[in-house]
C-alpha cells in the first residue's frame, strides 16, 4: 500500500483546489474589500467542497498573477493568515502550494500543520515567468531543517506554461527525477489551469515510475475523470468544481456533488475503515 490511503483514507484520493483571491501586493488584490474579503470567499470555497465530498483540499494563491518563482514575503504571511483562520473548519487532510516558490510552500506547511506540498521542486524551465532554477537538494534540506520531514512533497514534472529548457525525453525526465529526488507523487498537467491533462502522459509516467503515486493535476474533469483514474492514482481539482466550469467562479457544491458521485461509482465501495473493496 503506498501512503495515499493511510493519509487520505481512500484510495485514488480527489484533492479539491480551494483558490485564493488576489492576496496583498498581488495586481488584482481587491484593497476595500481587504484580507477579509480573501478569508470570506476562502471559507466558502472551502465548505463547497467539504459538503461535495472531496477527499482533500489544497490551498493556492491562484489569483496571484503573474506568479513569482520567489514570493514576497507578504504573500506566505497573507496565506498564512488565512489557513490559520479556517483551520478550525477543516475537515480533511489539506495541503498547500505558494505559487511558485518551494521553499516559500514548506514555510507555509510547517507553520500550519499541512499534510502536503505541491511544487516545483526540480528542473530548469524557459517559462512565462521568465528563466525557472530550482535546487531540490537545497530545498529538500530545508523542509528537515525546519522539522518538515512528514510533509509529503508532490512534484509537478514539468509545470504549467513551462518548457524543460534542455531538450530531453519526457520519459527520461520522469525517470531521473524519481531516482535522484524520491518523490512522495508526480503531478502530470496541461498547458494551464484547466488545460486537460493527457492520458497518454499519464501512462507514460506509470509505466516508467510504477512505484510512485502520480495525480492528474489539471483539467480533470466530470465527463473525463473515470479515464484519467483508470491510469492516475488521483486527481487535483479545481476549475471543474466552479460555477459554470470558470476557472474565475466560485466553487458549486452541486458540481463538487456530481464529479465525487461519478469517482465513487469509479472507485468502488467503502469499507468503514475507509479503505476500499477491489
Excluded at 107 to 124: N, Q
Excluded at 198 to 219: C, E, H, M, W, Y
Excluded at 230 to 244: E, L
Amino acid at each position: 500500500m503506498s501512503w495515499l490511503e493511510p493519509l487520505f483514507g481512500v484510495g485514488r484520493p480527489i484533492i479539491g483546489m480551494c483558490h485564493l483571491p488576489a492576496l496583498p501586493g498581488d495586481p488584482g488584490f481587491d484593497a476595500e474589500k481587504g484580507m477579509r474579503g480573501v478569508i470570506a470567499r476562502a471559507e466558502r470555497d472551502l465548505a463547497a467542497l467539504q459538503e461535495g465530498g472531496v477527499d482533500a483540499v489544497l490551498f493556492s494563491n491562484e489569483f496571484s498573477l503573474p506568479y513569482l518563482t520567489k514570493v514576497h514575503p507578504v504573500t506566505t504571511a497573507s496565506m498564512a493568515r488565512v489557513v490559520g483562520e479556517l483551520l478550525h473548519g477543516v475537515r480533511v487532510p489539506f495541503g498547500v502550494n505558494v505559487l511558485w516558490d518551494a521553499e516559500a510552500s514548506l514555510d507555509l506547511a510547517v507553520a500550519t500543520g499541512a499534510s502536503f506540498v505541491r511544487e516545483i521542486f526540480s528542473g530548469v524551465y524557459a517559462s512565462d515567468f521568465g528563466l525557472w532554477n530550482t535546487n531540490v537538494g537545497e530545498f529538500v534540506r530545508h523542509q528537515h531543517a525546519i522539522g518538515g520531514a512528514h510533509v509529503r512533497l508532490l512534484f509537478n514534472v514539468v509545470p504549467e506554461a513551462a518548457q524543460y529548457l534542455a531538450g530531453r525525453d519526457f520519459a527520461q525526465i520522469v525517470r531521473t527525477t524519481v531516482f535522484n529526488c524520491h518523490p512522495d507523487a508526480l503531478c502530470v498537467s496541461g498547458l494551464t489551469a484547466g488545460s486537460a491533462t493527457s492520458t497518454a502522459a499519464l501512462r507514460v509516467v506509470k509505466d516508467v515510475a510504477p512505484a510512485t503515486p502520480v495525480f492528474a493535476n489539471t483539467g480533470v474533469r466530470l465527463e473525463t475523470v473515470a479515464e484519467q483514474l483508470s491510469v492516475a492514482d488521483g486527481a487535483v481539482v479545481g476549475t471543474a468544481f466552479k460555477s459554470g466550469g470558470v476557472f474565475e467562479n466560485p466553487v458549486d457544491v452541486s458540481r463538487v456533488r456530481a464529479f465525487m458521485d461519478r469517482v465513487n461509482e469509479v472507485r468502488g465501495p467503502v469499507t468503514s475503515k475507509g479503505a476500499q473493496r477491489a
